[in-house]
């Protein structure tokens, strides 16, 4: 098995573990961090993997404002360089999922509200309690 398929394998477990970890009911502010750490963890996932559905999402809200010509010509790059933030942020998400801060991308998910654009901030701002 070579590296890049350990690493992965290794990164799929972890969010597999955390993902299914049972919350403690020790008390309301473990159960809070818990589903920050999921929450943040599963997101960064997520978009790692789901950042190429980018370049459609801005290939078609482009077109819709515009026309379908500079739909693909602008459209195309754009969502790619959208693409490569999500991706970006999405890997910063998950390598600091143990700190409770908020996700850097908004919409969280590519999938959420398609028809607004990919905004990034706010990345360390920690969530309110």
Known sequence: MNKHKRILLSLLLTSFFIAHAPASSANETEDNYNEQVKTKALSGLA?????ILEIPKN???ISNDT??????????????LIMLGRVAS???DLVT???????????????DDFD??????DGLRLEDR
Do not use: D, M, Q, R
């Not at 607004?116 to 901030?121: A, L, R, W």
């Open 47 to 51: 978009n790692i993997g789901a950042g």
């Open 97 to 111: 999922c143990f700190i409770p801060t908020t996700p850097i991308t908004n919409p969280v998910y590519v999938w």
């Open 116 to 121: 607004k654009n990919t905004t990034f901030g």
């Open 59 to 61: 290939v078609i809200n």
């Open 90 to 92: 999405g890997l910063a």
């Open 67 to 80: 026309n379908v010509v500079w739909g693909l010509v602008g459209g195309a790059p754009y969502g790619g």
